[in-house]
């Protein structure tokens, strides 16, 4: 399969830019997750001229991507747990409701409840899709041939091995992302605050939306400890047990709960930066919650 999508996709990189465009607009239109997939399968492991080119496609086709290289990130003093070596890329963006829009219609797959009549509302197409379980953001991965990043992904995504407070810098700047503190009233079009880009080219991995991540919810992530999360911890541990997973004595049972980064437009963003965390249970969905996707580098 991979060596015949291998040759269709030289074939396809030799025809000119408009044709190439109109052949793969058409193919999106009509099977939008098999396109997908066939790119992000070639995308994998490709060589950089090739993957340049493929990466131009899926931005004009509306999926841009990024390469994060994956240069064994050491831990620095506020880092000891999230660590990544593996090359990978991940979603330029948070998933947008035009996105999720495409999987729902070639699925049949139940559209977020606050869409009325199946469609997202009027004008917030390239706005994050929220009100989604993270088997709904699951299921969207596994149609566009990618995945949900861990919580190690995540943030070499958001602040990279320059272990920054806040993806652009360490310097507080409300108006660099989309946050209570600069009096949001809801979720902003994807990159609408180009100056908090992170290092890889990342846009909105604070504020927004909050993203799902893969794993699951564990406590003592950092060194030293966060102080949110220490408070949340005091709070709640007659519901931890000794294995970091909590248990239905406490007040929240962590054990079911999926990690969820970055804070959102509810958020205050301010205290935590790219250290904003979250427990939130997996059939959970909020007008705050939503997810981008990665997919590994190496096949």
């Known amino acids: 399969m991979k060596e015949r999508g291998a040759k269709r996709l030289a074939a396809m990189l030799g025809l000119r830019m408009s044709r190439e465009r109109s052949v793969l607009e058409r193919l999106l239109l009509s099977e939008a997750g098999k396109t997908l997939r066939f790119l992000h399968e070639c995308l994998q492991g490709a060589e950089a001229p090739v993957a340049g080119r493929i990466c131009y496609l899926l931005r004009r086709l509306g999926h841009p991507i990024v390469l994060i290289p994956g240069a064994d990130a050491v831990a620095s003093k506020e880092h000891a747990s999230h660590t990544v070596s593996e090359a990978l890329w991940i979603d330029k963006y948070p998933t947008t409701n035009a996105q999720y829009a495409q999987f729902v219609r070639e699925t049949a797959y139940a559209a977020p409840n606050t869409w009325a009549r199946g469609r997202f509302p009027e004008g917030q197409g390239d706005h994050p899709v929220v009100m989604v379980t993270w088997e709904d953001a699951m299921a969207y991965c596994r149609w566009a041939g990618k995945a949900l990043p861990t919580e190690a992904q995540w943030e070499e995504a958001a602040g990279g091995a320059h272990r920054r407070r806040y993806p652009w810098g360490d310097l507080w700047d409300r108006s660099k992302c989309c946050c209570a503190e600069g009096q949001a009233i809801g979720t902003a079009p994807v990159g609408a605050h180009p100056e908090g880009v992170s290092p890889y080219g990342c846009h909105d991995m604070v504020g927004n939306v909050w993203e799902w991540c893969k794993n699951a919810y564990t ?81």
């Open 219 to 299: 406590r003592d992530v950092y060194v030293p400890p966060d102080p949110v999360d220490e408070m949340l911890n005091e709070a709640n541990k007659s519901g931890w047990d000794e294995s970091g997973y909590g248990t239905a004595g406490g007040h929240i049972v962590y054990e079911f709960s999926n990690a969820a980064r970055g804070g959102s437009w509810a958020t205050n963003v301010f205290p935590r930066g790219m250290r904003s965390r979250d427990f939130v249970h997996p059939e959970a969905a909020s007008e705050s919650l939503g997810f981008r996707c990665v997919l590994l580098y190496a096949t």
